[in-house]
């Protein structure tokens, strides 16, 4: 599919939740949806909601003032883009009537359709839930919250992504970057390599003699060749003087302990140890806390729902969307978590009018940047097929193998186009 097919898809989704604008009955009045989580999929949904039925009263649970994107963060390690660039506020959203509480959500009464926070309780006739990730703390020895204020995982955005910027400033040249990639399913599956690379390109210009280690947990990662292309070409990979050295499984990769003090990882299966500057480790992970306290998680870790409906499994009236949810084979990605926000968006308000449901469409496009003119992506396009989202063959695309150098620098500027639209659709 070429590039214009894809927008004429995009935008079609776009159109399809909107069509609900054309009559506001007044049969959804007084009714209620809370929304906990005001990242890519909860803001997207809120807004959303508001701009398809104005007599829906839509109020958003977010425990931050300002919200840190993961996506593009990596650009802010490398030390290519302003770390104010990634931060949006939720004012926004209020110019749609979305009522904004910065609380934490602490609880959820799917029988009284209660949500509790810090400071109150909210009452819905439908949840929407997404709060991102948590991480699997008790899968490396040593490693847990409080050292992670020391040993950034840079996983969520935000202090963690200023953190490990600033380690890797005052790392002196000759010094050892060590990433660590755990176990899959994990938020954004080519994020850690997308990570080396801006750090690679980093070291490279300022601090020459240095290297970058990643410790994989597996034996292949996500558009792996690509990767390796690149590298061979921007960061000497595969040759004595390579920026970056990538160990998988096989080959000791798997990190099952930390040592702070010492700087130090221990790895699995060879018991071998690696000595880093600037360690970054990036935990196994599972849905985000409030999950597991509204009973809404499986024992995978993750939110099982109708992938039709995005209503939860366990618990009926309860939406999941975004990296909580079990919706492959939708990457876990911002992209993603936007496009099943608004399709669940009209799947509420099509519920509370009792109206049926049409048949939506979801996009995702990840995009990597490899270098400050080597960018590459994958994009897909996914429908229902007796009611499991199915990828449509033939639909999205990745990057080619055999793309020039103007592709790859376009790719970079169709990256950030894409970031300022995306952010303009969840915040704007
Ligand atoms: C390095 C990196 C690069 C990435 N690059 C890309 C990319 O190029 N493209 C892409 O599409 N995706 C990318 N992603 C993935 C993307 O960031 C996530 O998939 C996306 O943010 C998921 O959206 P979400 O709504 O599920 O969670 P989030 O965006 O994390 O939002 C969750 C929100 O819920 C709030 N919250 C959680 N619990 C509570 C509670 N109890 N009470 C109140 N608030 C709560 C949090 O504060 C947060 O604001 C990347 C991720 C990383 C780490």
Redesign the pocket.
Known sequence: MNRRNFIKITAGVTAAAMTGCTTIPTRTENKRVVV????????TAAKYIRKTDQSIEVTL????KH?Y??????EVLGGWRNFDSIKFSYDGLKKYGVKVVH????GIDPVNKLVT?QSGTFHYDRLIV????DFKWETIEGYNESVAEKIPH????GFQTALLRKQLEAMKDGGRVIITVPRRPF??H???Y??ASVIADYLKQHKPKSKVLILEASEKFAQQKLFIQAWKKLYGYGTDNSIIEWLPFSEGGEVIRVDAKKRTVYTEPFEDQHVGDVLNVIPQQKA???AF?GDLVDETGWCPINQKTFESERHKDIHI?????IASPM????????SQ?KVCALVIVKALRGEEMVPPFFI?????ILGKEYGISVAAVYHLEDDKIKWIRGAGGISPMDGSPELRKREVLY?HSWFKN?TYDIFG
């Open positions: 906990i989580g005001g990242g890519a999929g909860g803001a649970i977010e425990q931050n919200y994107t993961c996506f593009l963060s990596n609380n934490r959500a602490t926070t997404s709060p991102g990730i840079a996983w969520n955005s938020r954004c080519p994020g850690p997308g990570r985000g806390k409030i306290l969307i975004g990296d909580a949810a990457a876990r990605a911002a992209n993603a978590a936007n926000a995702n496009a990840c995009y990597s990256a995306l």
